[in-house]
């Protein structure tokens, strides 16, 4: 059965305290990984898109990594402004887009 | 450029009521999606269309039907709403292209039910 943990539930950092955040999958045949971010009263926004092993995608302060196992969601020199629920998603190779969805991450980012 | 549109935004209906959510995109995509967002427990995927006429069951499939007439909209319906389904609605589109499989949201409709 497919499935997506996310680690930590919540995780308060300080303005530029940099850290990560982790999802574990398993799927059988990944045809990619996903990271969007929810804001309070919003609809998801996508961030990046992984396909393989040894990937690496960035955009401003965050970069996301993934292994066979994981992803990891590395948030460096955060600003209040990253505050936000990061969540992490499947796709198997099924051809239909199906998402399977781990709890998230809520992270908060004190000034 | 709208994406994907939800209405209504918030409803609050007692039980045994029905009613239907829809969802609409702009952009063109062959598949669309309905997944519900619970407190601690994501998202998860309540039935899905891969293309206009078509629809299958998603993991939570039970009291819920979907229509895609179109293939600009999807519809979800609530025959006899119970307390159980209050929850958060989103409708989701991508495209069927190999290229960009990202799903677009929409703003979520917020559904109580008394």
């Known amino acids: 059965e497919d499935q997506v943990t996310q680690s930590p539930e919540a995780l308060r950092l300080q303005e530029g305290e940099s850290s990560s955040l982790n999802c574990s999958y398993t799927v059988s045949g990944l045809r990619g990984l996903f990271w969007y971010r929810q804001d309070p009263g919003k609809g998801p926004e996508f961030l990046f898109t992984l396909y393989s092993a040894g990937e690496e995608k960035e955009k401003e302060r965050l970069k996301a990594t993934l292994t066979k196992k994981e992803s990891f969601l590395h948030i460096t020199a955060p600003k209040p402004e990253d505050s936000a629920t990061y969540l992490c998603a499947v796709q198997d190779s099924s051809n239909t887009g199906k998402l399977i969805f781990g709890q998230g991450t809520t992270l908060q980012v004190k000034p | 450029n709208a994406g994907v549109t939800q209405t209504p935004k918030f409803r609050v209906l007692k039980t045994g009521q029905s009613m239907t959510l829809l969802c609409a995109q702009d952009?063109?995509?062959?598949?669309m999606y309905w997944y519900r967002q619970d407190p601690g427990m994501g998202l998860r995927l309540i039935h899905y269309?891969?293309?206009?006429?078509?629809?299958a069951k998603g993991e939570v499939p039970d009291g819920y039907n979907v229509s895609r007439l179109k293939k600009q909209n999807f519809l979800l319906g609530l025959e006899s709403a119970a307390p159980s389904q209050t929850s958060v609605y989103f409708c989701?589109?991508?495209?069927?292209?190999?290229?960009?499989?990202?799903?677009?949201f929409g703003q979520g409709t917020r559904l109580t039910v008394v």
């Open positions: 989701a589109s991508s495209s069927s292209l190999g290229g960009s499989p990202e799903a677009f």
């Open positions: 952009m063109n995509h062959e598949y």
């Open positions: 269309s891969v293309g206009e006429g078509t629809t």
